[in-house]
Nanobody, 122 residues
Framework: QVQLEESGGGLVQAGDSLRLSCVVSRLSSKTVSWFRQAPGKEREFVAASTWVTYSSYYADSVSGRFTSSRDDAKNVVYLQMNNLKPEDTGIYYC?????????????????WGPGTQVTVSS
């Protein structure tokens, strides 16, 4: 069983930055993604860091503002969020799975953290 736990959420103003962390009990050979869910909306893909090429990919809405990175030695994945906007508000989840392809679907990630709240005020 793989366990994940997010941290780093909080209340910030538009234009501020936050860095989320996701500790993964067994990070090796796992792609780790970030999803978010706003009240009344479906969970949506934000970013992911792959284990095959150690590259990252992003949703169009956050590209250029968010950066996902990983430190396999520490079993941690980060999501650096800059220039935050009110529409970035939501619960942010990290999820992991042994993917060898780029996926933006919740169905492809087997393991999930409990989530951390990010609130951006205008």
């Amino acid at each position: 069983q793989v366990q994940l736990e997010e941290s780093g959420g909080g209340l910030v103003q538009a234009g501020d930055s936050l860095r989320l962390s996701c500790v993964v009990s067994r990070l090796s050979s796992k792609t780790v993604s970030w999803f978010r869910q706003a009240p009344g909306k479906e969970r949506e893909f934000v970013a992911a860091s792959t284990w095959v090429t150690y590259s990252s990919y992003y949703a169009d809405s956050v590209s250029g503002r968010f950066t996902s990175s990983r430190d396999d030695a520490k079993n941690v994945v980060y999501l650096q969020m800059n220039n935050l906007k009110p529409e970035d508000t939501g619960i942010y989840y990290c999820a992991a799975g042994p993917l060898t392809w780029q996926s933006r679907s919740t169905d492809d990630f087997n393991y999930w953290g409990p989530g951390t709240q990010v609130t951006v005020s205008s």
